[in-house]
Every structure is written in structure tokens, then in C-alpha cells.
């Protein structure tokens, strides 16, 4: 049983280069979220979808972009990577909507933009 | 909007109790979780409250006053192996949001 899985594990990349972060799920849920994670800030929601083709901002999406084509799969583009996009970005995945049932994290990806 | 409050870090001796305070302001509301995250990990689920009143898992307890914005995760018994950050979550419209975290640092 995978869960979640996330890719690649650690990033290192240059300012202004595109760089896409892969989050895949092996339970068929619904509901897929990428978070970042920074100190001082805890965890904060970047884009969400409730299904497939379904997607919306959350609390911080300027310079990313989602898309979600399959229930599986929920990819994260930085389409011109900054030094403050350094981060540990989580994808997580519920059965339902996110105040309603329990998310479900990936191991994460420690992006370095240089 | 939401604004969600907890302390930054707490010290506990092992064997001990030590209980997390989150407060809370919200313009909805679904439920209140808290995870656990250890250092270089992925948060991991403990406990979600809907309902005021408290829920208990173990060694861990969760407690939540809705008409106050208020609740608390109850950790006894504590080991080695709980020093880690908890991080309460405020559901609501969809979405969870995170308060900063708690460090609890747990010393022999």
C-alpha cells in the first residue's frame, strides 16, 4: 500500500527556471492539497482540487500553477522559481472535504531556489 | 479569515502530563484537528473534534469549546518519542487552515 507518494524528494534549482513537483495517491481520493511549510509560518494551503479538473487557490497561490487531470495525480508547477519559494511542500490527499475528514501527507519535497 | 493561536514551544519531563492550548477566530467552521509532526516528517493525524467536549485516544486527549474558539490537546504519560511539533487545524469551507505549531521538547 503506497499511499502518498511525492517526487522528487529534494530539489535544488535556480531562480527563474520552471520547476514541477509530482504528488501521487494510490486510495482514489477525492480531495488532493499542496501546502508549504516555512518557520514561523506552519503549513500553509497553496492550491486544493475536489476531484479531477476541479481545482482552487488556497491562502498563498502567486507563482504556482495545479492541474489534475487523473484522481491519482495532483502536480505543482513553480513556473519561475524565487529564492522566497524556498521551502518543504507537502501534498495531502482526504476522503472528503478538508474540515470534515482527516488529510493524509506525503513525506514532502525540500525545494532550494538559488 | 482565520487567525489561530497556540504557544510556540512547552518543556515537559518524561512520565509527565503537558497540555497544548489553540485558539481560534473563524467565519465557518467543520471541526477542529491536531497532528503531529516530527522533525523532518511528514504531520501525521492524532485527533478531530466536532463536537464540544472532549475525545480520547490513548494517551492523548482533545478537547474543543466552539462557543469559546478554544481547545486543547492533552498529552500524558509522556515519552521520549512525543518531543515533536503539534500543529492545530481549523476546518472549515472546505479547507483545513494551520495554526504555527507547538515544539514540545520532552527532557529525561
Known amino acids: 500500500d503506497a499511499g502518498i507518494t511525492q517526487s522528487p524528494r529534494y530539489k535544488i534549482t535556480e531562480t527563474g527556471r520552471q520547476v514541477t513537483l509530482m504528488c501521487h495517491q494510490t486510495w482514489s481520493h477525492s480531495y488532493m492539497f499542496w501546502y508549504r511549510q516555512d518557520l514561523g509560518h506552519g503549513l500553509r494551503l497553496i492550491y486544493y482540487?475536489?476531484?479531477?479538473?476541479?481545482?482552487d487557490k488556497g491562502e498563498v497561490p502567486d507563482g504556482y500553477v495545479v492541474s489534475r487531470s487523473k484522481t491519482e495525480n495532483f502536480p505543482l508547477t513553480l513556473e519561475s522559481a524565487t529564492r522566497s519559494q524556498t521551502s518543504v511542500y507537502f501534498c495531502?490527499?482526504?476522503?472528503?472535504?478538508?474540515?470534515?475528514?482527516?488529510?493524509?501527507f506525503g513525506p514532502g519535497t525540500r525545494l532550494t531556489v538559488t | 479569515g482565520q487567525n489561530i493561536d497556540q504557544p510556540t514551544e512547552m518543556t515537559a519531563t518524561e512520565g509527565a502530563i503537558v497540555q497544548i492550548n489553540c485558539t481560534y477566530q473563524t467565519s465557518g467552521f467543520n471541526g477542529l484537528f491536531w497532528y503531529q509532526q516530527h522533525a523532518g516528517e511528514a504531520p501525521t493525524f492524532l485527533s478531530y473534534?466536532?463536537?464540544?467536549g472532549l475525545e480520547e485516544k490513548g494517551r492523548f486527549s482533545s478537547f474543543l469549546s466552539r462557543s469559546k474558539g478554544y481547545s486543547y490537546l492533552l498529552l500524558k504519560e509522556l515519552q521520549m518519542k512525543d518531543s515533536a511539533s503539534y500543529l492545530c487545524a481549523v476546518g472549515s469551507w472546505g479547507k483545513l487552515q494551520f495554526g504555527a505549531g507547538t515544539q514540545v521538547v520532552v527532557t529525561p
Open positions: 473534534n466536532v463536537l464540544d
Open positions: 482540487s475536489a476531484a479531477a479538473d476541479i481545482t
Open positions: 495531502a490527499s482526504s476522503e472528503s472535504r478538508a474540515g470534515a475528514d482527516e488529510q493524509y
